[in-house]
């Protein structure tokens, strides 16, 4: 590793938490709204996906870690991301992973690069662990009843 420089975690604020339902009914009713998934491609595959067709929307799918480690490219990625759907530095970003912390850490990053309004969606895809260490049974998209589709 010498000569590259190590992985910055994000300081700093961001706009605030929001629920999945919170962040779905912006997401609804204003089409600048962007929703960002940070998980993993296997988490995508192999638990499901947002499924924003009925509100005529489409996440954007970029990971914050790979199985390689952190995405030292997660900047670059998402600022090229964003910039190709042209979203605007005062539109709503949501942030999503499985629980919430991933999904901070992006959205911290994202209001490093200027955008103002952007939400972690803390209750993640699965949300919480229940009693059984177990998720999808306590908070998170699925247990919303959002739209969701599974490879």
């Known amino acids: 590793m010498a000569g590259k420089p190590p992985f910055q975690m994000p300081e700093g604020d961001y706009a605030g938490d929001v629920t999945c339902q919170q962040a779905w009914d912006e997401l609804a009713r204003n089409k600048a709204a962007v929703l960002v998934d940070v998980r993993t491609q296997?988490?995508?595959?192999?638990?499901?996906?947002?499924d924003l067709s009925a509100i005529a929307q489409e996440p954007i799918y970029l990971q914050w870690v790979t199985m390689q480690g952190v995405n030292e490219n997660f900047v670059a990625e998402l600022r090229t991301a964003l910039a190709e759907r042209a979203v605007a530095a005062d539109a709503p970003v949501y942030f999503i992973c499985q629980s919430g912390g991933r999904s901070k850490m992006a959205a911290m990053q994202c209001t490093q690069l200027g955008y103002s309004r952007c939400y972690n969606v803390a209750e993640g895809f699965e949300g919480e662990l229940d009693e059984q260490q177990h998720r999808n049974s306590v908070s998170g998209w699925k247990v919303a009843g959002l739209p969701w589709t599974q490879s």
Request: charged share 20%; proline share 11%; hydrophobic share 45%.
């Open 42 to 50: 296997v988490e995508w595959q192999l638990i499901g996906k947002p």
